[in-house]
């Protein structure tokens, strides 16, 4: 049974850091590229960052390169966003989600993400 549990949204200024986390269990890590995506009110889920198995290969979307970094604590089975300069356009339900990782390459895409979390909610005013 696949679990993604993520933490640590909120509510920060303009220009303030956020980190979430997300525990996974019951998933074999190795064979999946993990991902964030966000959804935004009255927009599409988007793809923010994703990591490849192993945590050699990191991507961004353009909106966030430079200021999000995504890792992975492989021993304690978590990901990590660290958010900083935040805008307020980056108010979103932000997502842990999972993809084999022979489609990492299209991580951008919410779809194809199998294995989601229940989100966690950023608000930057």
């Known amino acids: 049974h696949v679990q993604l549990v993520e933490s640590g949204g909120g509510s920060v200024q303009n220009g303030g850091s956020l980190t979430l986390s997300c525990v996974t269990s019951?998933?074999?890590?190795?064979?999946?590229?993990m991902g964030w995506v966000r959804q935004a009110p009255g927009k599409e889920r988007e793809g923010v960052a994703a990591?490849?198995?192993?945590?050699?290969?990191?991507y961004y979307a353009n909106s966030v390169k430079g200021r999000f970094t995504i890792s992975q604590d492989n021993a304690k089975n978590t990901m990590y966003l660290q958010m900083n300069s935040l805008k307020p356009e980056d108010t979103a339900m932000y997502y842990c989600?999972?993809?084999?990782?022979?489609?990492?390459?299209?991580?951008?895409?919410?779809?194809?993400?199998?294995?989601w979390g229940q989100g966690t909610q950023v608000t930057v005013s």
């Open positions: 989600a999972s993809r084999h990782i022979s489609l990492c390459g299209t991580w951008a895409q919410a779809t194809g993400y199998v294995n």
């Open positions: 019951g998933i074999t890590s190795s064979r999946y590229c």
């Open positions: 990591i490849r198995a192993g945590g050699g290969t990191t």
